[in-house]
């Protein structure tokens, strides 16, 4: 079951919305056949195993870290496939938590005589699949806010000047979060203030960009900004409040012409609803979103309790008057209700502290 969740890892940023699965077949103890869900619309992970496997299979186990699909989607009921095959045993590490599937296949199985074990490596398997869990039983996106800061708590000096605070070890594993993400979102202050491409770099391999989310409600943002005018075949969303868009209607035609998706809500001073920006963008097979600014956009997703995973790069210098990684929770009409801390670990990234935690 171990190597089953490494190899379903091996689909982390390709299959998404779906989950990530990986599959084993072994017979007389020794394994015989692998596979795993390789990217959306593809064959599941069981599917690619047992047809990478020419042997018969009726004697075989099969060992997979998530319940067998029992519905037709992008393609048929894997549970068809098992019970044709003639395996008796079948050993999985969490059942489906989507609700067309849940406990579904594994009654199949069980109906049609096949032994069926449920939760080995349980915990591990719900980590893994931590996102997929989130928005398919929420009908929102996972949430992993990420921030990089000094030792006092600033994101960036007074002045804005352009700097990188944490190392390049720190650097090359955000870009790699980016390429495991759906999206990135970040405020309008971070594109106004650096004006990033908001691409994955620093891999050795060649990944694809994932959309990205401005938060932009006063639509304020200039339409020349890199991340609008090089869209490197992804999806650019900007969020605008309705009054602000209809007011400069011609400023979000040219933003439309250049292929950047508009989408507006019914905010307030310029701050927009968070739940309905991510209800929407959920719509929109956006299953996972890492946030990356900057102050306030951090702010307001944790205070208004929709990151689900806190990440904190903490750089080992002084910055002295600056932007703090965090704004007052009242200054954005956000509760001073604490938050649940699960999981916390801190790790040695380069010269930078990385503190992680999972909160809810």
Known sequence: MAECLQLAEKGKGKVSPNPLVGAILVKKGK???RGY????????????????????ARSAT???????????????????????????????????????????????????????TVGVLEEEAQDLNKMFVKHITQGLPYVHLKVAQSLDGKIARAQRTPEWITSKQSRKLVHKWRSEYDAILVGAGTIRADDPMLTVRMLTRRRRHPDVIVLDGNLNLSPEAKVFTELHGRRVFVCVDNDVATEKLKKVQHLMAQGVHVLRYHGQGGMLPLKAVLADLYKRAIGSILVEGGSQTAS?????????????????????????????????????????IKKLSSTLVGTDVLLQARIG
């Open 37 to 56: 869900h390789k990217r959306f619309g593809g064959p599941h992970a069981e599917v690619v195993c047992l047809q990478s496997y020419r042997g018969n």
């Open 300 to 340: 307001q997703f944790l205070y208004e309790h929709y990151a689900d995973e806190l990440s904190v790069f903490v750089a080992p210098q002084v910055l002295g008057p600056g932007i703090p990684a965090f704004q007052p929770a009242l200054e954005l009409g956000g509760t001073t209700q604490s938050l649940a």
């Open 62 to 116: 099969l060992y997979i870290n998530l319940e067998p699909c029992a519905h037709f989607g992008k393609t048929p009921p894997c549970t068809d496939l098992l019970l044709e095959s003639g395996i008796r045993k079948i050993v999985i590490g969490m059942k489906d938590p989507n609700p067309i599937v849940s406990g579904r296949g594994i009654q199949i199985l069980r109906s049609a005589g096949v032994a069926v």
């Open 31 to 33: 394994i015989v056949a």
